[in-house]
């Protein structure tokens, strides 16, 4: 959410970021990088014992990247449903944005997220949902529980081929996820079996092929209740970092939807802001607009601009 909150800033918009810290200096330098790239922190609880982190090892060539998470125990973990005012936190707001990892935390956070979408609903407010399901955090029986309670409210459904299976049995028929194999005409069974399930209004699938950790083909799909959208594909290699690649294809949906792009200049601004992430180091996306509709524009050159 914390991705989300950055690009959306750096595209111009006001965005607010949610969440539970500790009091110490820490958790304020945390709230300090935020601040650094202009999203407002106003709303975020101060208190528990620690920040949660997670270790990366990051891979390249046949060597995958490897998490390691160390999130007991953190403030996010053990916060209590009373200390955030939803009906204050949501009011006046256009969007709420949540993904698939705050809920898998603890049975708490999971409380969190439903009385924030519920609340949201409740509003007017759209609501988004990137399923990232995260094995090392929770198994898939838990997963579908919470998530099929808190996609009740949402608006926009964020997936890839393994959230969907994992979290909701869903499978893209003739799809391999281990060997870069992708049946384009399985997603649309995907699609229609989560708007049928669940009755979202847009559901979006990133297709992502692995060839090696260092090279991948990266698209978009995004279904808005009547007809497919499919972006270009890129082929993106080296990869300097994809961690965070999933976070600004989501930002660039919601910038093009609350900006009134169409479904088709939606797809692509969002698989284009993706690509570029994953030429930057880090977990944030610090493009501008204006670098995502270039490329979305068709120049992919990456020449030297001057």
């Known amino acids: 959410e914390a991705n989300v909150a950055v690009s959306l800033a750096n595209y111009g918009l006001d965005a607010h970021y949610v969440t539970k810290v500790p009091n110490n200096l820490i958790g304020q330098a945390a709230i300090n990088h935020l601040c650094r790239f202009g999203v407002n922190t106003d709303y975020i609880a101060r208190g528990g014992p620690r920040l949660g982190i997670y270790f990366q ?132 069974d995907v699609i229609h079996q989560l708007v049928d399930r669940f009755g979202f ?15 991948n083909g990266w698209s978009g799909l995004l279904y808005d209740g009547k007809d497919f959208y499919r972006s270009r594909r890129y082929d993106i290699t080296p990869i300097v970092d994809r961690v965070g690649g999933g976070d600004s294809f989501g930002s660039g949906l919601i910038y093009s939807l609350i900006t009134g792009k169409a479904p088709q200049e939606a797809v692509d601004f969002a698989a284009a802001a993706s690509c570029l992430k994953h030429s930057i180091t880090g977990d944030f996306n610090l493009v501008s607009v204006d670098e995502v509709e270039h490329l979305a524009g068709g120049d992919g050159s990456g020449r030297v601009q001057r």
Request: with cysteine; proline share 3%; glycine share 6%.
């Open 57 to 188: 090892e990051i891979g390249a060539a046949q060597r995958p990247s490897r998490i390691v998470y160390d999130r007991a125990g953190a403030s996010i973990a053990e916060a209590k449903p009373e200390e955030f005012n939803w009906e204050e936190i949501l009011a006046g707001a256009a969007w709420f944005h949540v993904t698939g990892i705050t809920p898998a935390l603890s049975p708490t956070a999971a409380q969190i997220t439903i009385d924030a979408v519920r609340t949201a609903k409740k509003l007017g407010v759209t609501v988004s949902i990137d399923l990232n399901y995260r094995k090392n955090l929770w198994t898939p029986d838990e997963a579908n529980k919470v998530m099929s309670e808190v996609v009740k409210y949402v608006d926009l459904c964020i997936a890839n081929e393994e959230d969907a299976e994992k979290v909701f049995g869903i499978k893209a028929k003739g799809s391999d996820i281990t060997s870069g194999k992708l049946n384009k005409a399985g997603y649309h």
């Open 201 to 215: 209004k847009y559901v979006a699938v990133t297709l992502r092929e692995s060839f090696s950790a260092s090279h």
